[in-house]
């Protein structure tokens, strides 16, 4: 079964970079790597997804290794808005996103 | 418009009851999601709809049924849940199923099953 590991929780200081990690060791591949938040009481928010180069878009940056074992979200700016739990997924098949754990960020003003 | 709406927000029923969970997008996506999502626990995964087929049922309970009527709306039909579905569900849509395809979700309805 395909999984990704994160760490529970993380917390940083606003204004500063967070780097959030994954493992997907297992990975295959045609597997994409997405990322989502989800903020209290709302649903999941996509922010970025990739498969081997590094992606940059408006909201963060995703850095993957060259073994594509582990991957990177990386907000430069950490902002109070940013606090939420962050999920790494692998995607399955060409339809399944499955979500691991995720990492719960807090930001510290 | 790159919201998916979903009726009711919140839901309490009892364990004989009928109801249905409604879900909207207008963004002409044909793929759309339903999810499952316990406490402090990541959603799960419960089905997928592509082009109003049903694509993919993660071995879910008959007590829920799917239904895709058009390519923006999306129920989930309920009957005789138990109390540990109580949950909050959510719906998600995509311009198609596949890799690359970011999707949108809705806020949730929240189902209370008493």
């Known amino acids: 079964d395909a999984k990704t590991t994160q760490p529970n929780s993380m917390e940083s200081n606003e204004e500063e970079p967070v780097h959030l990690p994954c493992n997907h060791s297992t990975i295959s591949g045609t597997d994409y790597i997405h990322w989502y938040r989800q903020l209290p009481s709302q649903g999941p928010e996509y922010v970025i997804h990739?498969?081997?180069s590094n992606v940059n878009n408006r909201m963060a940056s995703l850095a993957i290794a060259e073994d594509r074992k582990s991957s990177t979200l990386i907000l430069h700016r950490a902002t109070l808005r940013d606090a939420a739990v962050y999920y790494c997924?692998?995607?399955?098949?060409?339809?399944?996103?499955?979500f691991g754990q995720g990492t719960r960020l807090t930001i510290n003003p | 418009d790159t919201e998916v709406t979903q009726t009711p927000k919140h839901l309490v029923m009892g364990m004989t009851n009928k109801k249905s969970l409604k879900c909207e997008q207008h963004?002409?996506?044909?793929?759309m999601y339903w999810y499952k999502q316990k406490a402090k626990k990541p959603p799960e995964l419960m089905f997928v709809?592509?082009?109003?087929?049903?694509?993919i049922n993660e071995s879910v309970p008959s007590r829920f049924s799917p239904e895709c009527p058009n390519s923006s709306l999306l129920n989930l039909h309920l009957h005789a849940l138990q109390p540990e579905d109580s949950a909050l569900y959510l719906c998600?849509?995509?311009?198609?199923?596949?890799?690359?395809?970011?999707?949108?979700f809705g806020p949730g309805t929240r189902l209370t099953v008493t």
């Open positions: 990739g498969l081997t």
């Open positions: 963004m002409g996506h044909r793929a």
């Open positions: 998600a849509s995509s311009p198609r199923t596949g890799f690359s395809y970011e999707q949108y």
């Open positions: 997924i692998r995607i399955q098949g060409a339809q399944k996103l499955v």
């Open positions: 709809y592509s082009y109003e087929k049903l694509s």
